[in-house]
């Protein structure tokens, strides 16, 4: 679905201004094949990027946003499952876990995370028919899950598909839900959709 192999880091200052690129190569930095999700350490001193079918760790420099290659984990090595179409990523509040929707695996990723390293350890891939094409995940701030979204994608009609669309029901009505669409509209569009459909509801990624 994405063909994107590099990871571009731009500074805010009123304007945005290109400061670093990474791509597979770079200081022996592999797994961006298809990078698509990025998620901070709650310290800010580590990246977490999700790829094709990967999980990639970068060391932050917080006072200049520097990034350095860390690691790369992916789906079949070393016991990884749950990473084919790895899309959305969170890393818990508490910075113990990080978790990665396989879309195409319909699962959840679960890494331990090492706080004083940044380095990743995975511990189990999360399976079930509610997780199908998952595609992003919000994490509550105890660490739990607290809302997940899937949206295949329909290339023939340039179509996304909302289902599912879940909330625990402890976290319900904070408008996780609705964020979690929208961030999803966001990557719908960059891909060419169309429109993308919930139920009987059409939204066009435009509105």
């Given at each position: 679905?994405f063909?994107?192999?590099?990871?571009?880091?731009?500074?805010?200052?009123?304007?945005?201004?290109?400061?670093?690129?990474?791509?597979?190569?770079?200081?022996?930095?592999?797994?961006?094949?298809?990078?698509?999700?990025?998620?901070?350490?709650?310290?800010?001193?580590?990246?977490?990027?999700?790829?094709?079918?990967?999980?990639?760790?970068?060391?932050?420099?917080?006072?200049?946003?520097?990034?350095?290659?860390?690691?790369?984990?992916?789906?079949?090595?070393?016991?990884?499952?749950?990473?084919?179409?790895?899309?959305?990523?969170?890393?818990?509040?508490?910075?113990?876990?990080?978790?990665?929707?396989?879309?195409?695996?319909?699962?959840?990723?679960?890494?331990?995370?090492?706080?004083?390293?940044?380095?990743?350890?995975?511990?189990?891939?999360?399976?079930?028919?509610?997780?199908?094409?998952?595609?992003?995940?919000?994490?509550?701030?105890?660490?739990?899950?607290a809302?997940?979204?899937?949206?295949?994608?329909?290339k023939?009609?340039c179509?996304?598909?909302?289902?599912?669309?879940?909330?625990?029901?402890?976290?319900?009505?904070?408008?996780?839900?609705?964020?979690?669409?929208t961030?999803?509209?966001?990557?719908?569009?960059?891909?060419?959709?169309?429109?993308?459909?919930?139920?009987?509801?059409?939204?066009?990624?435009?509105?």
């Open positions: 679905m063909q994107q192999r590099s990871l571009e880091k731009f500074t805010l200052k009123g304007m945005l201004y290109f400061t670093q690129g990474a791509q597979n190569g770079w200081e022996g930095t592999e797994g961006l094949e298809g990078a698509i999700g990025v998620a901070l350490s709650p310290d800010g001193e580590y990246l977490y990027v999700s790829g094709a079918a990967s999980v990639v760790a970068f060391a932050r420099d917080a006072a200049t946003s520097e990034l350095h290659f860390l690691e790369a984990h992916f789906d079949g090595q070393n016991g990884i499952d749950g990473l084919d179409g790895a899309y959305g990523l969170a890393v818990a509040p508490d910075g113990k876990h990080v978790y990665v929707c396989g879309e195409y695996a319909d699962a959840v990723a679960v890494f331990a995370r090492n706080e004083a390293t940044g380095r990743l350890a995975f511990v189990e891939a999360v399976q079930n028919a509610v997780l199908d094409s998952a595609t992003d995940v919000a994490v509550a701030p105890d660490g739990s899950f809302a997940y979204v899937g949206i295949p994608y329909d023939t009609n179509r996304g598909i909302y289902e599912p669309v879940c909330t625990h029901p402890d976290h319900q009505r904070k408008g996780l839900a609705r964020t979690l669409m961030e999803g509209l966001h990557r719908l569009r960059a891909i060419g959709a169309v429109d993308a459909t919930s139920g009987i509801v059409s939204v066009l990624p435009g509105t």
